[in-house]
Nanobody, 124 residues
Framework: QVQLVESGGGLVQAGGSLRLSCAAS????????MGWFRQAPGKEREFVAA????????VYADSVKGRFTISRDNAESMVFLQMNSLKVEDTAVYYC?????????????????WGQGTQVTVSS
C-alpha cells in the first residue's frame, strides 16, 4: 500500500523559508514522478512543482519559480520542497503526490497517490 507522509509545515513570516519533506513507502521511488500541490482556503488545489523519476527534469508553477526548489532522494524514498522568500499568498495546505509514470505533469488528475497534507502559514 502506497503511503505518502508530508512534514515540515508551520508558521513563518513573509520572506522566510521552510523545507517540506515527503516520506514515501510502499512504492519503488524510481518508478514514480513526484509532485507538490497546494490548496488555499476557498480555492481549488493547484500545482506547485514536479520532478521526474531520476530528478533529471523539474517544472514549477510560475507563481513559485525562482523561490521554490523540488528535489528527491530515491535511496531514502524522500521528496523535498525548499521554499524561500515566502509570501502571504503561499499560505495553503501542501500535498505530496506520486505519478506512476515517466512524465512530468502539472495535472492533479494524473497523480495516483496523495498524502494528507501539511499546513503552511505565512504571516505578514
Amino acid at each position: 500500500q502506497v503511503q505518502l507522509v508530508e512534514s515540515g509545515g508551520g508558521l513563518v513570516q513573509a520572506g522566510g523559508s521552510l523545507r517540506l519533506s515527503c516520506a514515501a513507502s510502499g512504492l519503488s521511488p524510481r518508478l514514480y514522478a513526484m509532485g507538490w500541490f497546494r490548496q488555499a482556503p476557498g480555492k481549488e488545489r493547484e500545482f506547485v512543482a514536479a520532478i521526474t523519476r531520476y530528478a533529471v527534469n523539474t517544472v514549477y508553477a510560475d507563481s513559485v519559480k525562482g523561490r521554490f526548489t523540488i528535489s528527491r532522494d530515491n535511496a531514502e524514498s524522500m521528496v523535498f520542497l525548499q521554499m524561500n522568500s515566502l509570501k502571504v499568498e503561499d499560505t495553503a495546505v501542501y500535498y505530496c503526490a506520486a505519478d506512476y509514470s515517466s512524465r512530468l505533469s502539472s495535472r492533479s488528475s494524473e497523480y495516483d497517490n496523495w498524502g494528507q497534507g501539511t499546513q503552511v502559514t505565512v504571516s505578514s
